[in-house]
T-cell receptor, first 107, second 122 residues
Framework: DIQMTQSPSSLSASVGDRVTITCRAS??????LNWYQQKSGKAPKLLIY???SLQSGVPSRFSGSGSGTDFTLTITSLQPEDFATYYC?????????FGQGTKVEIK | EVQLVETGGGLVQPGGSLRLSCAAS????????MSWIRQAPGKGLEWVSV?????????ADSVMGRFTISRHNSQNTLYLQMLSLRPEDTAVYYC??????FGSGSLSFDYWGQGTLVTVSS
C-alpha cells in the first residue's frame, strides 16, 4: 500500500495568513493526488484533484502543486471558514489511501 | 443537486452484522463508481470499498471477506453489508461518488453523504 504522510499535523494561523501543507507519498504517484477539507462533524469536501486542478466551486485562494512524491496545498489569505482539517489522498492505485490530516487552527 | 443519505448505523456487538444504506438523488448509482469510506472517532479517513459501474468491486484488506458492497439499481441505493464486526470497525461510514477524472482508474471522491455511525461494542 502507498503510505501518505502530511506535515505538519497541526498549525495555528491568523486570518489573512498564507498557509502551506505538505503531503509526501511513499512511492511516486505522478500527479494522482487529491486534497480534501473536513470541518468538524461534517463530511469531507474535495478541493483539489490531480495535484493542481481546482474542483468546481472551490475558491481560488486554494491551490495545489507537486508531482512524484511531494505535494503542497496552499491557502493564500486564510479566511475564517478555512479553519478545518485537510487530508491528502493518493489516487494512483488501490487501496486509495489518505494522509493522517493537518488541522488548521486559529491563532 | 446531488444528495447521498446514509442510514443503518447503530450499536452492534462484536461478531454481529449490520447493513448500511445510501440513498442517492441527483445521480444514478448504477452508472457511477460508488464507494464507502470510514472514519474512526477522532481519526483519519480510511477507504473501505468501491463498486464500479460495470459491477466489479474492490475492498480494503481490513474488511475483505467480511463486508460486501452492492447496489439496488431501481431504488438508486448503495449498500454495505457488514458481517463479523469487530471493535476496530467502529467509525462513521460515508458513502461517496468516486470519479475517475482521466479514465485511468484514478479515483477521487467528489460527493459525500453526511455519514452514519457504527459502534461495535459489548
Amino acid at each position: 500500500d502507498i503510505q501518505m504522510t502530511q506535515s505538519p499535523s497541526s498549525l495555528s494561523a491568523s486570518v489573512g495568513d498564507r498557509v502551506t501543507i505538505t503531503c509526501r507519498a511513499s512511492q511516486s504517484i505522478t500527479s494522482y493526488l487529491n486534497w480534501y477539507q473536513q470541518k468538524s462533524g461534517k463530511a469531507p469536501k474535495l478541493l483539489i484533484y490531480a495535484a493542481s486542478s481546482l474542483q468546481s466551486g472551490v475558491p481560488s485562494r486554494f491551490s495545489g502543486s507537486g508531482s512524484g512524491t511531494d505535494f503542497t496545498l496552499t491557502i493564500t489569505s486564510l479566511q475564517p471558514e478555512d479553519f478545518a482539517t485537510y487530508y491528502c489522498q493518493q489516487s494512483y492505485n488501490s487501496p486509495w489511501t489518505f494522509g493522517q490530516g493537518t488541522k488548521v487552527e486559529i491563532k | 443537486e446531488v444528495q447521498l443519505v446514509e442510514t443503518g448505523g447503530g450499536l452492534v456487538q462484536p461478531g454481529g452484522s449490520l447493513r448500511l444504506s445510501c440513498a442517492a438523488s441527483g445521480l444514478t448509482v448504477s452508472s457511477n463508481y460508488m464507494s464507502w469510506i470510514r472514519q474512526a472517532p477522532g481519526k483519519g479517513l480510511e477507504w473501505v470499498s468501491v463498486t464500479y459501474s460495470g459491477g466489479s468491486t474492490s475492498y480494503a484488506d481490513s474488511v475483505m471477506g467480511r463486508f460486501t458492497i452492492s447496489r439496488h439499481n431501481s431504488q438508486n441505493t448503495l449498500y454495505l453489508q457488514m458481517l463479523s464486526l469487530r471493535p476496530e470497525d467502529t467509525a462513521v461510514y460515508y458513502c461517496a461518488r468516486a470519479r475517475d477524472y482521466f479514465g485511468s482508474g484514478s479515483l477521487s471522491f467528489d460527493y459525500w453523504g453526511q455519514g452514519t455511525l457504527v459502534t461495535v461494542s459489548s
